[in-house]
């Protein structure tokens, strides 16, 4: 007997459970965009602009006492903002994160690679090889930073509106904007966690983001499929039971799929390292909540568009009629 995780019957009522999903999932997702853009999340200096340093100890071990004695000796120099951190590799060595925005006053200069250099340098010297040897130093100018900020904002929007297109192009036009919505709850709760948890928010945050639409779509087009199919061949039951029906069907392969990802993620969190640790803790949490969207969102917004089966008899009614019509020419005698 072969051991499953879904049985092939259930059957969950899901859509009794909308009336409490969308007044909760509302609130979450406006919460979220008002703490981005008030609070806003830990930008990095992909956004932010500014110089990253990376020093080696010999030993590869970093302690709590060395990452303060780097900022003591660094605070007086008054390069602007500076964050001091431990970067675990997945060899377990450690290694030091010194990153140091941009002032107001760096940034109104349009700092160059000459400013990077000079910041290098002083750091360097004032650290000495008291904790190991430069490894690597990386520098954002404002320019550079805002016009990645805005090619992100930009990926994104093309983005979705392409999903749209597609879904439309597909399904109907109910099932475009449906796949839409929770696309955005999917963007927007994500964009809460990065400000409530605090983690780096840089260009692999918006790869990290598109790679959670993906996966969301890809789990909503399923069920959508699902849910076309099960309208047709039930054109005359309520809608809300072929929709739980559908959902029932897929319930499966949903959790199975989200299973298997979300093991490979928690496998990279743990023994990836800290360089991509914000990137897989985002894939995490978009995992979790793309399945939950295409689940108690995206399926249970087609029952506010009164989609019914019969939108589909228009489309059946002529492939039959052309089919028989055919059927007809090919049986009916030669003159």
Do not use: C
Not at 18 to 41: K, M, Y
Not at 74 to 81: E, R, S, V
Not at 181 to 189: G, K, N, Q, R, Y
Not at 302 to 322: I, P, S, Y
Request: proline share 3%.
């Amino acid at each position: 007997m072969a051991f499953r995780i879904i049985p092939d019957d259930t059957n969950i009522g899901f859509m009794r459970f909308r009336r409490i999903a969308f007044p909760v999932s509302l609130v979450l997702a406006l919460a979220s965009a008002i703490l981005f853009v008030t609070v806003g999340p830990d930008y990095g200096i992909d956004f932010r602009g500014g110089t990253q340093i990376v020093m080696q100890p010999e030993d590869g071990e970093v302690t709590t006492d060395d990452i303060s004695e780097v900022r003591d000796r660094l605070a007086p120099l008054n390069l602007g903002d500076i964050d001091v951190q431990s970067l675990t590799e997945a060899a377990g060595e450690q290694s030091i994160s010194i990153r140091i925005e941009l002032s107001e006053e760096t940034a109104a200069d349009d700092a160059d690679e000459g400013t990077q250099a000079e910041v290098v340098e002083e750091v360097l010297a004032t650290l000495g090889d008291d904790f190991g040897s430069l490894r690597s130093s990386e520098f954002v100018g404002p320019r550079v930073s805002s016009e990645l900020a805005r090619d992100g904002i930009i990926s994104a929007l093309v983005a979705m509106f392409a999903i749209m297109v597609y879904v439309w192009f597909r399904f109907e036009w109910q099932f475009a904007v449906g796949a839409i919505i929770a696309i955005a709850h999917d963007v927007l709760l994500t964009l809460g966690f990065f400000t409530v948890v605090g983690l780096d928010f840089n260009l692999a945050s918006i790869a990290a983001i598109l790679t959670i639409v993906g996966y969301s779509l890809n789990d909503t087009v399923v069920v959508y499929d699902r849910i076309r199919e099960t309208l047709r061949k039930f054109k005359r039951k309520p809608v809300v039971e072929l929709i739980d029906r559908a959902i029932n069907d897929t319930l499966a392969r949903t959790t199975i799929t989200s299973l298997t990802t979300w093991i490979a993620l928690w496998a990279l969190f743990i023994f990836g390292g800290e360089v991509i640790r914000s990137f897989v803790a985002a894939m995490i949490f978009g995992v979790a909540i793309g399945t939950y969207s295409s689940i108690f969102i995206a399926a249970p917004i087609l029952v506010f568009f009164n989609l019914r089966g019969d939108m589909f008899e228009k489309v059946e009614d002529k492939t039959d009629a052309g089919a028989k019509r055919g059927q007809g020419e090919a049986n009916k005698p030669a003159e």
